[in-house]
């Protein structure tokens, strides 16, 4: 019988895997897989298929899948560098079982070189077909050439746009020309709204939308820079109003069984569009509506402050305002071609996020192309002086699909490259009986031929002390007395990172080194092999190595050495006191001690026993002290009687820290994972007046 037109027998799987842990709780990527499901309904829109295109997320479905039928006709998988290795280990696996199933791969993880890409190809057999750039186009075109050979990949005529791959006779086949780019983003069906992601709405995972493609700037970091994404492509208004309204409705179920309840914005520049400003009331009118989301996690935009911090306030500072630095040295600036990009204006957002209650952080990169340590230091100074809430500092990953990751870049700067598994980037899977153990490996920037590694590492311990004592404004009481009296916060955490040695904590931050240390390996191929000897998987998903440090070790200091942070805090507090030689000054000093004593108490026992009475007494008028805006007298705080108050959780926090702690996990990694994404600052204790206690004693201490 004849096919009807554009009609295809092909069955077709993809996969957008992400690694899931021993307890499937633990999620590597946590997020809808958006991009397979832009092109499922891509494909499925131009041909008719007898079966509809499968998406998987987890590879234990993969398994189950292949219980239940045979492998597909086309099976195509995602690489980022976060699930490369998982990817290429199940298509290794498939082609095991079924050889003549076509392996189609595609992502950002490739090498920009024709030299590099073929070597890839070729060390991968198991890949059939590589696609470039968008995979919409180009998906299709692969899916429509063996259609019209019948699967015979002998008989394919040649290079199709933004395809690569070893032919038959073994052959590099590249197209000179690039699929053309999807202008119109409404031409792609949407996955949410045709009910193609509904299997996804299980609580772990959290919706992912994307509102545009492209970016007009060029950082040679990243995989955007490239000029083939430098023109922005969008989808409709009235389509992301859908889809928002759309994923509220079902996530407002999803909450009430104990899902999360976020949500992530793929955009590279979100709130710098005026169409911006209509998702936002999208998602304000689903907050009401709905109660979703609760927390937006986006990329904001590097310029138009304006806009951004409208789209801010209209989201009731649901949104995180990001200030992508990555650094202030305008050498570094200058290597990694962001002339386009105004700092000011993004140094400015930290100072405006607080009028639209809104969280603000800064991103940083250590061991760009001409950083150092002193001009590293520097860029931290200026960004806890500007006042962003969270200060998110990165190491430089060398991403093959960028242009600092090809091999000129490197060998020009000088970049001294190590390898580590990634944080939750690793397990052991039962493909179709067969067992596999696997983790993916990032290489990062750790020297320069202007940082040393000791550098690295002392840059490294300041991060540490950053994300504990600075990020999140958890002692934001002590930070704005300290600025009252034009002292230097930056120079506290300074002068921290000396008082830790000989205290409670120091082992704390000597595991902190040990472990920075170890995880990094020289040579990669020794670091794979290590991957595969007995028992190694074993201790990465045991959590005993392989975590992410910053936040991990966050979560031990507020878990387990909250009492030694706070007498940290109290011994550098002291030293900068002495240095400007107020300690002397008992007015200064009692304040500084009930702002110190007021942060402590705020976050007691926010991850556990958060039904203790927690209560204190202080002789300053605390509350009014932290919503006045500028520098007053601390005079004009002083209370005729001292004011005692308890400090207790909501309802609210307790369900937020609860749904969290449930699926992330209570041990420090989980932990860490849950205040990586959580608004810290929501989630420490309120304040509640009690009455005047007067002769009821002096302040009490920690």
């Known amino acids: 019988m004849e096919k009807l037109k554009n009609q295809t027998n092909i069955r077709a799987w993809l996969a957008d895997l992400t690694y899931t842990g021993q307890d499937t709780q633990s999620l590597g990527a946590d997020t809808f897989p958006l991009a397979v499901g ?10 008719q298929f007898s079966r509809p295109i499968r998406l998987f997320r987890y590879p234990e479905n993969v398994d189950q899948a292949l219980k239940e039928e045979d492998p597909p006709h086309v099976f195509g998988f995602s690489n980022f560098v976060w699930n490369s290795a998982l990817s290429l280990a199940i298509a290794r696996r498939i082609k095991e079982l079924s050889p003549e199933t076509v392996i189609v791969m595609g992502g950002p993880n490739y090498p920009l070189t024709s030299e590099k890409q073929e070597s890839f190809l070729r060390q991968h057999p198991e890949i059939d077909f590589y696609v470039l750039h968008e995979g919409e186009v180009a998906f299709l075109n692969i899916l429509k050439a063996l259609d019209e050979v019948g699967m015979d990949l002998k008989k394919l005529g040649g290079a199709m746009p933004s395809v690569q791959y070893i032919d038959q006779n073994g052959k590099l086949m590249v197209s000179p020309m690039s699929a053309e780019r999807i202008r119109d983003l409404d031409e792609i069906p949407s996955p949410y709204l045709t009910g193609k992601f509904d299997e996804f709405f299980d609580g772990r995972l959290w919706p992912l939308i994307q509102t545009k493609r492209g970016c007009p700037f060029k950082c040679t970091f990243c995989t955007e820079g490239l000029d083939f994404y430098d023109k922005i492509s969008r989808f409709s208004v009235s389509t992301v109003r859908s889809e928002v309204e759309y994923i509220g409705r079902k996530m407002e179920k999803v909450r009430a069984q104990g899902g999360r309840n976020d949500l992530y914005i793929a955009d590279s520049n979100f709130g710098m569009y005026k169409e911006d400003i209509e998702t936002a009331k999208a998602l304000a009118g689903s907050r009401a509506m709905f109660g979703w989301p609760d927390h937006i996690n986006t990329s904001t935009g590097k310029n138009k402050k304006e806009r951004v911090l409208e789209v801010a306030s209209i989201v009731d500072g649901k949104i995180v305002l990001s200030g992508s630095v990555q650094s202030l040295d305008l050498d570094v600036l200058e290597n990694i071609k962001r002339k386009n990009i105004s700092p000011d204006e993004l140094m400015e957002l930290a100072k405006e996020a607080e009028n639209v209650d809104a969280n603000s952080y800064c991103e940083l990169i250590l061991g760009l192309p001409g950083e150092t340590r002193d001009s590293h230091f520097k860029t931290l100074e200026a960004t806890v002086k500007a006042g962003f809430n969270k200060i998110i500092p990165y190491q430089l990953m060398i991403l093959h699909g960028s242009e600092l990751g090809t091999a000129e870049t490197i060998e020009k700067y000088g970049m001294e490259i190590r390898s ?17 153990k696997v983790a993916d490996i990032e290489d990062i920037c750790v020297a320069s031929k202007t940082l040393s590694y000791e550098d690295y590492l002392e840059c490294r311990q300041m991060h540490l002390i950053i994300t504990i004592f600075y990020n999140d404004v958890i002692f934001s009481t002590v930070a704005k007395a300290l600025i009252t ?3 230097s916060v930056f120079r506290w955490l300074e002068l921290i990172s000396q008082s830790i040695i000989g205290s409670s904590v120091e082992e704390l931050f000597q595991d902190f080194r040990k472990h920075t240390d170890t995880e990094l390996w020289k040579d990669r191929k020794e670091l794979e092999a290590f991957i595969q000897s007995p028992g190694v998987i074993e201790k990465y998903t045991n959590g005993e190595i392989g975590f992410n440090l910053l936040y991990t070790f966050k979560a031990k200091a507020f878990t387990q050495y909250l009492k030694g942070i706070v007498e940290v805090v109290r011994t550098a507090t002291h030293r900068l006191l002495k240095e400007v030689n107020f300690l002397e000054d008992r007015k200064i000093l009692g304040f500084v001690e009930s702002a110190i004593l007021w942060d402590s108490k705020r976050m007691t026992d926010i991850l556990g026993g958060m039904d203790n009475e927690v209560s204190e007494t202080f002789p300053y008028n605390m509350l009014q002290f932290i919503s006045d805006h500028g520098s007053k007298d601390i005079s004009l705080y002083e209370l005729s009687a001292p004011e005692r108050f308890r400090f207790e959780l909501n309802g609210e ?3 937020y ?4 702690l449930a699926i992330f996990g209570e041990d420090a990694p989980g932990i860490g994972r849950f205040l990586s994404n959580a ?15 007067k002769d009821k004693g002096k302040i009490g201490t920690f």
């Open 38 to 47: 832009c092109i499922a309904t891509y494909a499925e829109k131009q041909l």
């Open 420 to 436: 580590r598994v990634l944080p939750r980037a690793f397990g052991s899977y039962d493909i179709s009986g067969k067992k596999i």
């Open 485 to 487: 009296h034009q002292l």
């Open 653 to 655: 926090q307790k369900d």
């Open 657 to 660: 820290v609860h749904r969290n």
């Open 679 to 693: 608004h810290t600052s929501k989630l420490l204790r309120l304040p509640i007046p009690l009455e005047s206690a």
